[in-house]
């Protein structure tokens, strides 16, 4: 009877010490997401990233650059 | 000796510890703000200070949070010892040889692991509440990275000047997709080339890191020199005008006078460049997410806020009824029903006030859009004190008689 109760202590600490390091870890990683220094956005590159994407993206600010206007659905057509 | 080893102990309790915090304070693309080839005494004169205000920091966690018992006196005693020539060592500098060195060590492991901790959390949280764009004392220096990345645009200066320019896209956490840039280059003499591509990175002066030193481009592109016969007009910094009909998107002929430099990726040196205009992409996708996101929010604050004016209305009616009477003697109190028969009207009407502007304190206001909202905070506190004084002899007063 002992043993099986401090066989159960040991799993609960164990159980304890994972979600504690598995918390820090995930909350290190949110930390880490929000404040990351990156130039361009993943959405971005991977845009570029396609010659016909990076060709519409390109008609995008040519057209922002001559009536002030950001065509917001052709944008939105080369993110997704 | 001495001297030497008094050097050493301020290094090593003072100076690593800075250096460490600085080390984990300049992370990312400002990592380069904390330079090894800085001159000794310039990164000494830079850690000191954080230095001094970590080890005062350590010795409180310690003394309050593991209740280890440090004795000041002790310590300034130990350092008075390493630092100047004495003949005979205090009893304290004895003992802490004999017996504490290895503590000495163990503390300073912790010290070492506490200011990286420290540099590390200080600059998330500084970047996370965005402090080095509210405010130029958390600026870091690499101010590249702000021009590159559009985090310029959120600065204050750039705000109030964005108003005026024509990037009308609601964008209030800066969600920038790419950022699109001209760079005007000289080559030689009055040879000059204009270049546009996708910004991916750029190198900062080793020496100067206020400097360019090299800008990284995707889907680069040469603006081409044509002559006047040609069907498209040539400009340097402005706009094509083709004189032919609509060019069809699908066509493999650009839209403008442009000259695709076929490669995955083209370095400017930045020395060579005269001047640079950028364009910030909005990235429409994660701004629209923002907006239900802040729209569920305010929502979810809306319901709260009408539930707590709801419960307190329904406080202030049950006050009301108690106030002036007790229906089916529903409270058996002897001071309630002692405050019910021998208090005049006038007086449990101020009571009732009291109660009223304790109430409002935690209530809510309906403004003329129907949206509920906490305001004038520091004037109902002032107008419930101001209650209270004047219940004062109402309480007084409850208090004799009841003796």
Redesign the interface.
């Known amino acids: 009877m002992e043993n099986k109760g401090t066989f159960l202590d040991n799993l609960i600490d164990v159980i304890g010490v994972v979600s504690i390091v598995a918390l820090t870890i995930h909350l290190i990683n949110n930390?880490?997401k929000?404040?990351?220094?990156?130039?361009?956005?993943q959405?971005?590159?991977n845009?570029?990233q396609d010659?016909k994407k990076?060709?519409?993206?390109?008609?995008?600010?040519?057209d922002?650059?001559?009536n002030?206007?950001?065509d917001?659905k052709e944008?939105?057509s080369i993110?997704? | 000796m001495s001297l030497t080893l008094g050097f050493f102990v301020i290094f090593l309790s003072l100076i690593i510890p800075g250096l460490i915090f600085r080390r984990f304070y300049f992370f990312g693309e400002f990592s380069k703000q904390f330079n090894t080839k800085d001159p000794v005494l310039h990164s000494i004169y830079f850690s000191i200070i954080p230095g001094i205000l970590i080890q005062v920091f350590s010795l409180l966690v310690l003394k309050f949070i593991f209740n280890y018992e440090i004795s000041f006196l002790k310590v300034f005693n130990i350092l008075r010892d390493f630092t100047q020539e004495v003949d005979i060592l205090n009893c304290d500098t004895k003992k802490f040889l004999k017996n504490d060195v290895g503590y000495f060590f163990l503390y300073s492991v912790f010290l070492v692991v506490f200011s990286g901790l420290i540099g590390y959390i200080l600059s998330r949280f500084v970047r996370s509440y965005h402090l080095d764009k509210k405010f130029k004392l958390f600026r870091f220096k690499n101010q590249w990275y702000y021009i590159f990345s559009g985090e310029i645009l959120l600065m204050k200066k750039f705000k109030e000047a964005i108003r005026v320019t024509f990037n009308k896209i609601d964008n209030h956490d800066n969600e920038v997709l790419t950022t699109y840039a001209d760079v005007l280059v000289n080559i030689k003499d009055d040879i000059r080339e204009l270049y546009t591509g996708f910004v991916v990175d750029y190198d900062l002066n080793s020496d100067d890191i206020s400097k360019l030193d090299r800008i990284y481009l995707i889907d680069t592109y040469r603006y081409k020199r044509i002559d006047s016969n040609n069907e498209y007009k040539k400009s340097e910094l402005g706009f094509f005008k083709n004189r032919l009909s609509q060019q069809n998107l699908n066509e493999d002929i650009p839209t403008r006078g442009q000259k695709n430099i076929p490669g995955d990726v083209f370095i400017l040196d930045a020395t060579k460049i005269i001047n640079l205009n950028l364009t910030f992409v909005p990235n429409i996708l994660k701004i629209e997410e923002n907006k239900i996101k802040q729209e569920t929010n305010h929502n979810k604050k809306q319901n709260l806020y009408k539930r707590i004016s709801d419960i307190l209305l329904l406080v202030l009616l049950v006050s009301l009824i108690f106030n002036f009477t007790n229906p089916f003697s529903i409270i058996e109190s002897e001071y309630y029903n002692f405050y019910l028969n021998n208090f005049s009207f006038i007086r449990k009407l101020l009571f009732l006030f009291l109660i009223i502007q304790f109430l409002d304190v935690f209530s809510p206001i309906k403004n003329d859009s129907g949206i509920y909202e906490y305001k004038s905070f520091f004037i109902k506190i002032l107008v419930f004190f101001i209650m209270i004084i004047i219940n004062i002899y109402n309480i007084i007063d409850f208090y004799f008689l009841m003796n």
Do not use: N
């Open positions: 930390i880490k929000s404040t990351e220094t990156k130039l361009i956005s959405d971005g590159y845009a570029i010659p990076a060709k519409k993206l390109r008609k995008v600010i040519d922002y650059h001559k002030g206007q950001w917001t944008i939105q993110i997704e």
